[in-house]
């Protein structure tokens, strides 16, 4: 059992910068593949970012690409999220998740490819 503790999140000006980290504890967390949502008030919870659990592949959603960088430190059992040009609409609640590594295609922006979930971080961006 993978349990997923997000960190780092408030309120920002927009055009601000935030990251975000989340620490892995109960499993090997060089074999998950790693990932950022978010959830906005009314809306889906929605793809964010994604890492490989090597860390040689990123994976972004377009409405973030050139904004926001995810990283990994193994040796620490954490992921970033870096969050630069911060807007109005990157205001939600932000969620680390956690897939195994299998083989077979990674889904990196499905929900349920992910075992495990953090409880969530606050996000605000004020105009």
């Known amino acids: 059992q993978v349990q997923l503790v997000e960190s780092g999140g408030g309120s920002v000006q927009a055009g601000g910068s935030l990251r975000l980290s989340c620490a892995a ?27 490989s659990w090597r860390g040689s592949s990123t994976y972004y959603a377009d409405s973030v690409k ?47 490819e992910y075992d495990y979930w953090g409880q969530g971080t606050q996000v605000t961006v004020s105009s």
């Open 25 to 51: 504890s109960g499993g090997t967390f060089s074999m998950y593949n790693m990932a950022w949502f978010r959830q906005a008030p009314g809306k889906e919870r929605e793809f964010v970012g994604a890492i």
């Open 66 to 112: 050139g904004r926001f960088t995810i990283s990994r430190d193994n040796a620490k059992n954490t992921v970033y999220l870096q969050m630069n040009s911060l807007k109005p609409e990157d205001t939600a609640v932000y969620y680390c998740a956690a897939s195994q590594h299998r083989m077979g295609q990674y889904r990196y922006s499905a929900k349920n």
